[in-house]
């Protein structure tokens, strides 16, 4: 892997500054279901009365025309980049991290051939410019302060004051939506959750412990955890209910137990292919540990109370 690519560990931490406990309220479902945030124990914010959502630019002129002064756009492969990132970051963030994570994403996981059409990012450098940017590009308010994809329109918006793990997060949800568009929710969220916070060892991404932790140890050791027959079998709005964040960490710590088995690329797969056959992904879980999921949960809980994470 070329040094530049490298990700330094110290800067993915920089994910958790500046976000408080924020919960105030549910946003519309109808449009929960279109856009998959980042969401979990911080927060998701009452949406303002909706504007009619822009049409999203599919095209670099049509990008550089909608942001205008102070945002340097960019075509790399199906991802067209709208950015007030200063030249540093900026150069970190698409050549580096972008260029890295999708071909290792897709060389891992999603790897049917793409045919969706440009996916349209928009990153911007701090809280006041997402806020400023929905509004102007988007014609939204923000359902998450950290950054959400957009199903229909195949867009990603980042607030990067959150850290660029919030690409990553939402990059994955990008790449799944077209790859394993019937993925149930647990896959998806625990899946974009794991590489919210992760490694580059070689040419794969390795998820690493995150700030998700710590509320999952609580509900572990105050017997407050989800069974794993019901979190795989949780619909959208039954994830999204009250115990959100919660349910984040459950789906991010369960993929990244099954990705140090060596299971998750080879269930991943097999799930895709024949989800019809299972669509909670249980038997394919099964099949890819060789246990039933009694036991496989038995021992994901013995491996939890290892896990250690530090802010
Ligand atoms: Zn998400």
């Known amino acids: 892997m070329a040094a530049r690519y490298a990700i330094p ?135 998450s302060p950290y950054g959400h994809y957009g199903h229909s329109q195949r867009y990603i918006v980042v607030n990067y004051e959150t850290g660029p793990g919030t690409l990553v997060h939402e990059l994955t949800h990008s790449l799944m939506s077209e790859d394993f568009p019937a993925a149930p929710i647990w896959l998806a969220e625990g899946m974009a959750s794991l590489y919210e916070q992760c490694r580059a060892e070689g040419d794969v991404l390795r998820g690493d412990d995150n700030w998700r932790l710590p509320e999952l140890k609580a509900a572990l050791e105050a017997g407050r955890m989800v069974p794993l027959a019901k979190l795989l079998a949780m619909s959208p709005a039954d994830f999204r209910s009250g115990r959100e964040s919660l349910n984040y960490a459950e789906s991010r ?28 992904g249980r038997k394919f879980v099964e099949a890819a540990v060789g246990k039933p999921l009694e036991a496989i949960e038995a021992d994901w809980r013995r491996w939890l109370q290892f896990q250690y994470w530090k802010e």
């Open 9 to 143: 560990p110290g800067l993915w931490l920089v994910f958790l500054l500046g976000f408080g406990q924020l919960r105030a309220g549910e946003p519309d479902p109808g449009l929960r279901n279109d856009l998959a945030s980042a969401g979990g124990s911080i927060a998701v914010i009452r949406l303002a009365p909706m504007r009619r959502q822009a049409e999203i630019p599919k095209t670099l002129e049509g990008m550089r025309r909608l942001t205008g002064d102070g945002f340097l756009c960019v075509e790399r492969g199906d991802r067209l980049v709208a950015s007030d990132l200063g030249p540093g970051d900026y150069e970190y963030l698409v050549d580096g991290v972008l260029d890295y994570c999708v071909t290792a994403l897709r060389q891992a996981f999603f790897d049917s051939p793409a045919g969706g059409g440009k996916v349209s990012i928009f990153v911007f450098r701090d809280h006041a410019s997402y806020v400023d940017g929905l509004r102007r590009f988007i014609g939204m308010e923000p359902i």
């Open 253 to 280: 710590y369960f993929c990244k137990f099954l990705e140090e088995l060596g299971r998750l690329p080879g269930l991943y797969k097999n799930f895709r292919q024949r989800s019809e056959a299972d669509p909670t």
